[in-house]
C-alpha cells in the first residue's frame, strides 16, 4: 500500500485523510480536532499528553509510538492496530474501540475496558485480545482478570442464544442449537462455581471443605453399627459422633483410605463411593490449576 509522508502539523485540517503515514517525529500536547484518517500509519511518533477530540482513525497501524499520558475523547478507532506502543495511563471517554488489536502494549486496562462494545460477541473478540497482549508482556494477573470477563461475556452470550430476544438469534438458532448453548452455559456456570475458571484456587478449596462438612453430616444421621466398624482391636462402635463422622469424611475425601472405619452397608457404601469420587475429581482440579500456575 502506497503511503503519502505528512508531518504532524499537517493534521490539524479538519480534512479527511487517506493512506497518510508520519513517522520519527515527536510534538508533546498536541491537540487534534475533527480530524478524520483512514488506512493510515503512525510509525516511532512520540505523541505525549497528545489529545484526541471528536476524531475518526479508522483501520490504521500504531507501530512504537509513544502515547502515554494521552487523551482520546469520542474518537472512533474501529480496525485500528496498536504494536509495540506505550499507552500508560491513556484516558478513553466515549471511545469506539471495535475490531481494535493491541501487540505487545502498555495499556491502561481500566480505561479500555471501560469503552468495551455493547454487543457481546465483539466484547470478547476485544476481550481476547488483550487478553493475548497482556500474556505477551508478562502482565499474568491482568491475563487472569481477563479470562474471567471473557467468559462471563461467554456465558452471556450463550444465554442470548437460548432466549432468543432478537431478531439476529431468532434467524440463526433453532431447538437444538439453544439446548447445546444452555448445555454449554450450565457447564461454563460450573466451572466459574467450583473454581472460578481455574483462576481461583481458593474457590476450589471452599467447595472441598463444604463437600467434607455435607458428607460428614450425611455420615452422621444415615451410619451406626450396623454400617460403620472399626478395626481398632476387632471393637465395633455403636454410633459415631459427630467428630468421629467428620474425620471418616476427611480422610475418605482425600482419598487416603477409609482409615479406622470401613463401610458394611448398601447406604454407608453409596455414601463412601460418591464422595471419594468427589475426592478424585478436586483432586484432578487441584493439580490442573497448580500445573497451570506453574506453567505461567
Known amino acids: ?16 485523510r487517506e493512506k497518510i503515514c508520519i513517522k520519527y517525529e515527536e510534538k508533546d500536547n498536541l491537540d487534534l480536532q475533527k480530524v478524520r484518517i483512514f488506512k493510515s500509519t503512525f510509525s516511532n511518533v512520540g505523541l505525549k499528553k497528545a489529545q484526541f477530540n471528536s476524531c475518526s482513525i479508522n483501520n490504521s497501524l500504531f507501530e512504537n509510538c509513544y502515547l502515554r499520558y494521552a487523551i482520546f475523547n469520542n474518537v472512533d478507532l474501529t480496525g485500528s492496530t496498536f504494536i509495540n ?4 495511563n491513556v484516558k478513553l471517554n466515549s471511545c469506539n474501540i471495535r475490531y481494535v488489536e493491541f501487540r505487545n502494549c502498555q495499556i491502561n486496562l481500566k480505561e479500555v475496558l471501560g469503552c468495551l462494545p455493547q454487543e457481546t460477541n465483539l466484547k470478547i473478540q476485544l476481550l481476547k485480545e488483550l487478553r493475548l497482549n497482556q500474556i505477551s508482556i508478562g502482565d499474568n494477573k491482568g491475563a487472569d482478570d481477563l479470562l474471567i470477563k471473557i467468559l462471563d461475556a461467554e456465558k452471556a452470550l450463550l444465554m442470548e442464544r437460548v432466549k432468543c430476544e432478537t431478531s439476529y438469534h431468532q434467524e440463526r438458532e433453532d431447538f437444538v442449537s439453544r439446548v447445546k448453548a444452555y448445555f454449554n452455559y450450565i457447564l461454563l456456570s460450573l466451572n466459574d462455581l467450583i473454581w472460578g475458571y481455574g483462576v481461583k484456587l481458593s474457590r476450589l478449596f471452599r467447595i472441598a471443605l463444604t463437600i467434607i462438612f455435607i458428607f460428614a453430616i450425611l455420615i452422621y444421621l444415615c451410619t451406626d453399627a450396623e454400617y460403620i466398624s472399626t478395626t481398632i482391636a476387632g471393637n465395633v462402635l455403636e454410633d459415631l459422633s459427630f467428630w ?3 474425620y471418616v469424611s476427611y480422610t475418605n475425601f482425600i482419598t487416603i483410605g477409609y482409615g479406622n472405619y470401613i463401610p458394611n452397608s448398601t447406604v454407608t457404601k453409596i455414601i463412601f463411593v460418591t464422595e471419594n469420587t468427589l475426592g478424585y475429581i478436586f483432586l484432578g482440579f487441584l493439580v490442573s490449576g497448580v500445573y497451570r500456575r506453574i506453567a505461567k
Do not use: R
Open 244 to 246: 468421629d463422622s467428620l
Open 85 to 88: 506502543c506505550d499507552l500508560s
Open 1 to 16: 500500500m502506497n503511503l503519502d509522508i505528512i508531518s504532524i502539523d499537517e493534521l490539524n485540517l479538519e480534512v479527511e
